[in-house]
């Protein structure tokens, strides 16, 4: 497990470093579609290999329990 964390997070830096180069170029010529389209190929492959953030979102009921006991101040004109 700890040799594919270390391997993944190599990759990652590979990555990340071709594709600083790559941008280096593309601010140079910024005509160049070809250039943006390589650096958005290497950020998805970024993204894959990038550890997962996972929010955890509290289920209806648990919102609803939550907001059973706020009183809101709404002012009745």
Same mark, same amino acid.
């Given at each position: 497990?700890?040799?594919?964390?270390?391997?993944?997070?190599?990759?990652?830096?590979?990555?990340?470093?071709?594709? #600083? /180069?790559?941008?280096?170029?593309? @601010?140079?010529? +910024?005509?160049?579609?070809?250039?943006?389209?390589?650096?958005? =190929?290497?950020?998805?492959?970024?993204? #894959? /290999?990038?550890?997962?953030?996972? @929010?955890?979102? +509290?289920?209806?009921?648990?919102?609803?329990?939550?907001?059973? =006991?706020?009183?809101?101040?709404?002012?009745?004109?």
């Amino acid at each position: 497990m700890l040799e594919t964390a270390i391997e993944e997070k190599r990759k990652r830096e590979d990555l990340k470093a071709k594709r #600083d /180069l790559l941008f280096e170029r593309y @601010l140079k010529h +910024p005509m160049d579609t070809r250039l943006a389209i390589e650096i958005k =190929n290497i950020d998805d492959q970024i993204a #894959d /290999l990038s550890p997962s953030m996972t @929010l955890s979102c +509290p289920s209806g009921s648990e919102v609803k329990s939550h907001f059973q =006991n706020v009183s809101f101040g709404i002012l009745r004109v």
